[in-house]
């Protein structure tokens, strides 16, 4: 019942894509950040407050989706994780990694913060500036360590 709900506002998230005139970098952009939007917002609340959470995940995911996948294609989306998970696992806070993708001119920092405990699982803020057309665009968010020693963005 869980992943039909999830799966629900995904379906309308893809609806709603086909509904605007966007190219394909931006709908798969939007519909990837509801997706995954929806998802982290399912994790928060119970009842009725976790269906909300999780709608309103999905509405910020695909917003933020589409704004950056207007212009980062796959191989930029591939550099920008990669950077994100070695930043994350390898790097002390404060110190950055780079990734740059010379097809398309885009390039991007990853400065992970200092490691935390919540709930006690090993977390860490990032700050992730990703530079489309030379302009910078800012995200920044929190992953924690699963059970299976990976990183996972929560926030």
């Given amino acids: ?21 966007v190219g ?6 939007t519909v990837a950040g509801a997706v995954a939007g929806g998802v982290i917002g399912h994790q928060f609340g119970g009842g009725t407050g976790k269906a909300v959470a999780t709608a309103a995940g999905a509405v910020i995911g695909g917003l933020i989706g ?12 591939r550099a920008a994780y990669e950077a994100e998970m070695r930043a994350l696992e390898f790097n002390r806070s404060g110190t950055p990694v780079n ?15 200092p490691a ?11 700050t992730h500036t990703v530079y489309i057309a030379g302009r910078p665009e800012v995200v920044r968010g929190t ?5 299976d020693g990976t990183w996972r ?3």
């Fill in 1 to 21: 019942m869980k992943l039909a709900r999830v799966l629900a506002i995904a379906v309308v998230g893809v609806g709603l894509v086909g509904c605007n005139e």
């Fill in 24 to 29: 394909p970098k931006q709908g798969i952009g």
């Fill in 66 to 77: 589409s704004e950056i996948g207007k212009a980062l294609d796959d191989a930029d989306r």
């Fill in 99 to 113: 990734w740059r993708n010379p097809d398309s001119g885009n390039y991007g920092e990853v400065v992970p913060g």
């Fill in 116 to 126: 935390y405990r919540i709930n006690s699982r090993q977390c860490r803020d990032y």
């Fill in 143 to 147: 992953a924690c360590r699963t059970p």
């Fill in 153 to 155: 963005q929560i926030s």
